[in-house]
């Protein structure tokens, strides 16, 4: 079980981004899948996830409305779309899966069993 975060990169202030997490050796239609980040000197936090079935999502207060969490299962991806970026959003994301179909909320680290390879976003003017 691989998974692999990209899109990231230098943005603005006030700027959007797409993040996206793709696998390999198993189709992501099956599993939920978490979106963590982890910001400089501070813990990993769990942001967005979104289960596998009907697609129901969840996302923690401080990203409410600002990140939306999806997924195109035929392309085997999962996005995260970020906008209205500020600095203190300025991390390291990682895309996640404890290989349950539904997400559990609030997200915990120590309970995802498989990780991607996290992708820089950086926030700055």
């Known amino acids: 079980v691989q998974l692999q975060a990209s899109g990231g990169g230098l943005v603005q202030p006030g700027g959007s981004l797409r993040l996206s997490c793709t696998a390999s050796g198993f189709t992501l239609d099956y599993y939920a899948i978490a979106w963590f980040r982890q910001a400089p000197g501070k813990e990993r936090e769990g942001v967005s996830c979104i289960s596998s079935s009907i697609g129901s999502t969840n996302s923690a207060d401080s990203v409410q409305g600002r990140f939306t969490i999806s997924r195109d299962n035929a392309k085997n991806t999962v996005y995260l779309q970020i906008n209205s970026l500020t600095p203190e959003d300025t991390a390291d994301y990682y895309c996640?899966?404890?290989?349950?179909?539904?997400?559990?909320?609030?997200?915990?680290?120590?309970?995802?069993?498989?990780w991607g390879k996290g992708t820089l976003v950086t926030v700055s003017s």
């Open positions: 996640a899966t404890d290989t349950l179909s539904n997400c559990r909320f609030p997200l915990h680290v120590y309970d995802m069993i498989a």
